[in-house]
């Protein structure tokens, strides 16, 4: 996903329907639930994560093994993806790499992933449970091309997220906080994805969940502790 | 736009401008419904989410299939009424119109196989929305930002899991459209932080003026 194209119109038109994927999504109705669903679309294109998908069957027993069980777990989860994601924007906007309305953009974003933050914190206490850690982050800021790259691939990666782990929330309200959070991730990403160069919807009409260990894995790198 | 990603000129174009959350959605689509479309109620439209209400999840699905039938017909007339469409504008628009079919399609065999009777396509009249492509931009976003809401709404009364990941799938997509048209235009790809959610009868409310009886 790094490596952008620069071809939106080429892009565009690569990402032409896929035969398979409709009968595929739907098929899993009524199965065996999320992991049917994830086992069913998990088939995740990125090579920077080859061999963590290979655990997807696994996920819905220990998905909550790092955050705490149930939905706290996963509101703490996607807690340490908003933290990440505003910090990446704080110190972007830092950076010096982009001005005027390129800048404007980059805090407009950045504000409402503190925004997220804020919500899922909120969220956290309703539960009254305990906030997961904002992570110490470092993500590479050497460009402004490289940048808005890492931008569009964090910003896919934490609409898959979301929509991995929408169908483990039992709680209605959360559920329907993290489903307005998850189509606003996917509005930056494709965005982001635009301005680089790719297409808005890579994945076609059917957008692909990600795990939380394959989540897990692609941000580690960005997480000093 | 392809040789821009350096300079991103794009990024110049956004409206960055805060918008009240919520209001702006809703007020977009009826005055979108005002403005194109009749304004006379459809009881087509009623009727065809009455079906199958003994199972509530065929119900939801109907209503997708309705919007995504709407959605679908939209982008084909546009393609084939809208002068001097640009190369830009109609690329996205083949391409949406693409996904909106294949959501159809996908929805149709979802109701089948949860044992339900899919909603036939709604007779659609989209007025005047395709006399530039100004006036079809500006119907897709509403289109596309009500189709949002809309799942949004519908998500957390989804009893099957499996079809609450799928229908996340498509409202994604739905988020993705509406960002990319919303660029096209120089808006901003995400006004709020939080999307709004509508009800299935504020959604109604809102694409009536484009259901023919």
């Known amino acids: 996903m790094s490596t952008s194209t620069k071809e939106p119109r080429g892009a565009l038109r690569r990402i032409a329907a896929d035969p398979v994927s409709r009968r595929r999504f739907f098929a899993v109705s009524g199965g065996t639930g999320a992991a049917a669903l994830l086992v069913a679309c998990g088939d995740d294109e990125d090579s920077t994560t080859s061999g963590s998908n290979a655990t997807t069957t696994d996920m819905p027993e220990n998905v909550s093994s790092q955050f705490g069980e149930g939905d706290l777990g996963i509101v703490n989860y996607a807690l340490t993806l908003e933290y990440l994601e505003a910090d990446f924007y704080e110190q972007v906007a830092k950076s010096g790499l982009f001005k005027g309305e390129d800048l404007a953009l980059i805090k407009a974003i950045g504000d409402s992933e503190q925004q997220h933050v804020d919500a899922l914190l909120a969220t956290v206490n309703s539960l009254d449970g305990e906030a997961a850690a904002a992570p110490k982050t470092e993500f590479p800021l050497d460009d402004a091309e490289s940048v808005l790259d890492l931008a569009a691939t964090v910003e896919n990666l934490g609409a898959a997220a979301y929509l991995g782990a929408a169908g483990m929330i039992e709680d209605e309200g959360i559920l329907a906080a993290a489903l307005s959070i998850h189509s606003v991730e996917a509005r930056h990403a494709a965005a982001l994805n635009v301005l680089t160069g790719q297409s808005p919807t890579p994945d076609g009409a059917f957008a692909k969940p990600a795990d939380m260990e394959t989540v897990l894995a692609e941000v580690q790198p960005f997480i000093v502790s | ?213």
């Open chain 2, 1 to 213: 736009m392809a040789e821009q990603t350096m300079k991103n000129p794009q990024l110049a174009a956004i409206d960055i401008e805060e918008m009240s959350r919520g209001s702006m959605i809703m007020k977009g689509a009826l005055a979108a419904g005002a403005l194109y479309g009749a304004m006379a109620a459809g009881p087509l439209v009623k009727r065809a989410f009455a079906q199958g209400s003994d199972n509530g999840d065929v119900e939801i699905l109907n209503f997708a299939l309705t919007l995504e039938y709407l959605e679908a017909a939209f982008y084909e007339q546009a393609l084939a009424e809208v002068p001097n469409l640009s190369g830009e504008a109609s690329d996205l628009a083949k391409e949406i119109q693409g996904h909106e079919q294949e959501h159809v399609d996908a929805l149709t065999a979802a109701i089948e196989d949860l044992g339900g009777k899919p909603v036939k396509a709604p007779g659609v009249d989209f007025g005047k929305a395709f006399a530039d492509e100004d006036a079809f931009l500006e119907l897709a976003q509403t289109f596309e930002d009500t189709g949002v809401s809309a799942y949004n709404g519908a998500g957390p009364l989804i009893t099957d899991k499996a079809i609450l990941g799928s229908a996340g799938a498509i409202v994604q997509v739905e988020a993705r459209h509406a960002a990319a048209i919303r660029l096209l235009r120089g808006e901003s790809p995400a006004p709020e932080a939080f999307d709004m959610e509508l009800s299935m009868d504020e959604v109604l409310k809102a694409v009536q003026p484009f259901v023919k009886q």
